[in-house]
């Protein structure tokens, strides 16, 4: 009845684990497609729960970090998204964040949730709190946090009535509360449906059509000297990388589901061409941990932290991770204080160096026949695995042939909790890749007509709980990349991430095509387009700079990031994303908006009128080209006459069309009165400036094709 999304927080800087899940770098765009999400799911009957409420743009130290944001910035592009999830699409729920905002969980932020959200905004829906993100009872309750999550209840039943008793809450309030809760049951149709919840599978055929067509038009053409698309008819292609014979569909964490199937980018081009005109080479590995071992695992528990005396429980463990929380061992052991011996085995399928890999939320050991490989028990430390619960992985290796079977046998403890309590672990492995593999994918991708470079990242890197150290490709993808356009010029770059990477090779490669996650259809979706059966729909919702240390969070101050002293400052302010690039003069790799179809297109005929206070702009959209295709317009808006500093443009309207060869439309963009506002904090108001504003029109942020300008009248309005 309910789902826990969207998730519509901001890309404020390239590194958050979670960009994949997230819109945009632009408030407007990713409001536009929350409004757009939230209108489809609760059309159906199922509840949106956007979040989170408010100011969590990165999985650093989120669970205690203190959001610094003035309210200018809050008002302008943090909370715009949420604003119109309420106003526009009538959303249903709303989960607050675990961090402070300035100084205050947002959970019991009075002025978050009571002023901003019902009082000013009309809001009538649930709060409810990120998992164990209500830390307390009265002052959660009295500041508008509806319903405490998960249960079973910590911070309510009993202790809130006892609250009540004691004159913390009023009893009125805790009616307030549970209305909230009952309006969310009726409007789902909770309250009537007694039916008992049954997992089942809808896998149907329209469902895979659309995942099918969505993961196309999502797929972004950053780059094309004219290899693309290719030709389905004739040639032969090397497929090499290491996402070409895995299916890497979506980020990982709690958006992380079980897809009814995955078609992989090589299952997908065997499919289109034929198995004969192909040739495969994995050239080298991308994985963030060592991949874990399949199979069941014998655990014997101890209900100490040393392993000591008999084990008070044994059980059988599927595969090598686990995530221990609460119960425990048919709870026979204290869930913070136990030890676990979990023994298996591995076979090796190939001869080779091979690397074991471990970490944990615990202090852990890991042995191969015998001999201790990876200590992560007396030399750990505080990583960003398990939601900064866990060290980073360790490795140790050892050589093995084919057909080799040693013993694994991992040993744990637990540690104590920095914030959430629970126990886990995980251990893997895999034959070490190395040159040898390089050259096997050049030696392909010299006996081809073209080559097909599918690299990137994965839901290890791209995941909750951990924000990503640089926008490197892990490994030794740049270079295998670098060795293939060396050898074949007709080389094309297929990335698979959920956010910006360097691109050092970016200049040899002759077309570089950005796939994201696309889901279980994703082979499938990547083969349409290279093979001309889709065209390339999606447009950049992130600016791609040319390094890192471009992107507005980098600071030499840590405060601005990763964060310092138990806050982070969003010192940038209004000038996130290409509003940071322009107004700095940063050239990006490429910019916000960008996108190439395989058809062109022209823009004319631009006019405004103006309709009460609002603005519509219209423009002739004509495709010009030799093939059927989409396009993107897209309107900025600049004050020059300001009095204060705003950005040099800032993206107000855009709309998506699909054009037959030689086919115009009129595209209708409206403007209105609050697009032509910034936030006046000593008013409390927005303020509209009296003067001319400028709007550019183009297909990016740095592709603009027209201006024109239009007049507006000094007035306030109202939050």
Known sequence: HVL??????????????????????????????????????????????VKHFIGNESEIERTTINSAIDERTLREVYLRPFEAAVKQADVWGIMSSYNKLNGIYTA???????????????????????????????PTVNAGLDLEMPGPTRDRGATLVQAVHDGLVRAETVRERA??????????GSLSDHRPFEEHADNRPEHRALIRQAGSAGTVLLKNDGVLPLNPDSGTVAVIGPNADVAQIMGGGSAQLNP????????????????????????????????????????????????????IHTDTINGSVVFWHEE??????????????????????EDGEHSFGLHAAGYAKLYVDGALVVDAWDTWSKGRTFFEEGCDERTGNVTLSAGQTVSVVMELRTKPADNLYFTAFRFGVSRVLGQT?????????????TAVVLVGRSGEWDTEGSDLENIDLPRNQNVLIDAVCAANPNTVVVLQTGGPVEMPWVMQAPAVLQAWYPGQECGNAIADVLFGDADPGGRLPQTFPARWQDNPSHSQDPEIYPGAAGTVRYGEGVFVGYRHYEKHGITPLFPFGHGFSYTE??????????????????????????????TVVQLYLSDHGAAIDRPEKELRAFAKVALRVGEKTTVNLTLFAR?????????????????TYTLHIGFSSTDIVMTQDVSQEARMLPV
Not at 11 to 23: D, I, L, P
Not at 179 to 188: G, P, S, Y
Not at 604 to 625: L, P
């Open 4 to 49: 826990l999304g969207p998730t519509i927080n901001m890309h404020r800087t390239v590194t958050n684990g979670r960009n994949f899940e997230c819109y945009s770098e632009d408030p407007e765009l990713a409001a536009d497609l929350a409004v757009a999400y939230i209108t489809g799911l609760q059309g159906n009957g199922v509840a949106a729960t």
């Open 108 to 138: 019991e932020n009075e002025w978050l949730l009571t002023k901003v959200l019902r009082d000013e905004w009309g809001y009538d829906g649930i709060v409810m709190s990120d998992w164990f993100g209500s830390r307390t009872t009265a």
């Open 179 to 188: 209305l909230a809760i009952l309006r969310l049951m009726e409007r789902v």
């Open 260 to 311: 009814h199937y995955r078609i992989t980018p090589l299952d997908g081009m065997i499919q289109r061409i034929g198995q004969d005109r192909i040739e495969f080479a994995k050239g080298c590995a991308n994985h963030r941990w060592e991949p874990v071992i399949e199979g069941e695992f014998h655990a014997e528990y101890f209900d100490n932290e040393g392993l000591r005396g008999p084990a």
């Open 328 to 349: 425990v061992a048919e709870s026979k052991v204290d869930p913070n204080a136990f030890s676990v011996r979990v023994s298996g085995s591995y076979t090796a399928t």
């Open 437 to 449: 593999e390089i050259d096997a994918a050049v030696a392909a991708a010299s006996r081809c007509d």
């Open 601 to 630: 297109f022209s823009l004319s005929n631009v006019s405004t009128r103006a309709d009460d206070r609002d603005v519509v702009v219209s423009v002739d959209v004509t495709n010009i080209g030799n093939r059927d295709g989409s």
């Open 675 to 691: 697009d032509f506002a910034y936030f006046d904090i000593g008013s409390g108001c927005w303020r509209v400036n009296g003067g």
